[in-house]
């Protein structure tokens, strides 16, 4: 079981990137997707979650500059973000809540490696 996140990097204040999750070993489809954000010296915080059937849900600090998005036949969850800010700048991480992988194994609150946002000019 993975979650493969990519797409981070360094962008100007006002700035676009795309994040992506790629999931494997589970059936993808079936589980909700959520992004959460690290910055430094701050608890990790949920940015932007998709259910199963298409529901999305934000945090207030990123509505209408986020946006969460799912390709079930591409077993990938993206985070398009637009008009970045310096506060944006953490690690970004893909997660699941739970899952049962292929083989019936449970696992529960599983999260992928991370990847670096930083918005700086």
């Known amino acids: 079981v993975q979650l493969v996140e990519s797409g981070g990097g360094l962008v100007q204040p006002g700035g676009s990137l795309r994040l992506s999750c790629a999931a494997s070993g589970f059936t993808f489809s079936m589980y909700n997707m959520g992004w959460y954000r690290r910055a430094p010296g701050q608890q990790r915080e949920l940015v932007a979650s998709?259910?199963?059937?298409?529901?999305?849900n934000y945090a207030d600090s990123v509505k209408g500059r986020f946006t969460i998005s799912r390709d079930n036949a591409k077993n990938t969850v993206y985070l398009q973000m637009n008009s970045l800010k310096p506060d944006d700048t953490a690690v970004y991480y893909c997660?699941?809540?739970?899952?049962?992988?292929?083989?019936?194994?449970?696992?529960?609150?599983?999260w992928g490696q991370g990847t670096q946002v930083t918005v700086s000019s």
């Open positions: 997660n699941t809540d739970w899952l049962f992988d292929y083989s019936g194994t449970y696992y529960r609150d599983f």
């Open positions: 998709v259910t199963s059937s298409g529901t999305t």
